[in-house]
């Protein structure tokens, strides 16, 4: 709800929210410019092969990269389709969401101000764009370290929970 929102993006004078608002719509043009221009490189094409074969779990048991991107890009292809930007824009959204991992992480050490920050920097910093824009895990990886650490944050500084336990393990 509104309190909830207030309590995780800003002071409830506009100043924060709008803040952050513009910070991810900045980050997701950043990440959307251009993204279907070009053809898929080598690695991009792997991962639509990955994400288009129908023997996909028989391939991800002889494949020694992690699984989980594979299969969410699998799931997400069978939605999105699997044009050059379809298959990268799945590199998008987790870019765009470790920003906000990014923000809350800044926000828990320090306050609303840092996170802003730390969320405007991770916005616009070339290799997290870069990653953000190709269809391989590189931002799946981003998005899980950040949220990882946020966790573990979450759990020393004494704001233990259930679920934030559960999402740890």
Do not use: C
Not at 47 to 76: C, D, G, Q, R, V
């Amino acid at each position: 709800g509104p309190v909830a929102q207030e309590e995780a993006w800003g002071t409830g004078d506009g100043r924060f929210g709008l803040g952050a608002g513009l910070i991810v719509a900045g980050a997701l043009f950043l990440r959307l410019y251009r993204i279907g221009g070009q053809e898929l490189w080598l690695d991009e094409t792997f991962s639509w092969y990955m994400a288009t074969t129908p023997k996909l779990l028989k391939e991800l048991l002889i494949e020694n990269s992690p699984p989980l991107y594979y299969l969410l890009l699998h799931f997400w292809t069978d939605v999105f389709g699997t044009g050059e930007f379809a298959v990268r824009a799945l590199s998008t959204v987790l870019g765009v969401a470790t920003i906000l991992a990014v923000y809350a992480i800044g926000k828990l050490l320090v306050g609303r101000g840092v996170g802003i920050v730390a969320a405007l920097l991770i916005a616009v910093t070339p290799l997290h764009v870069a990653e953000s824009q190709e269809a391989r895990n590189y931002a799946l990886l981003a998005l899980l370290a950040a949220v990882s650490y946020l966790l573990f944050l979450r759990l020393i500084l004494g704001k233990r929970s259930l679920p934030t336990e559960a999402a740890y393990v």
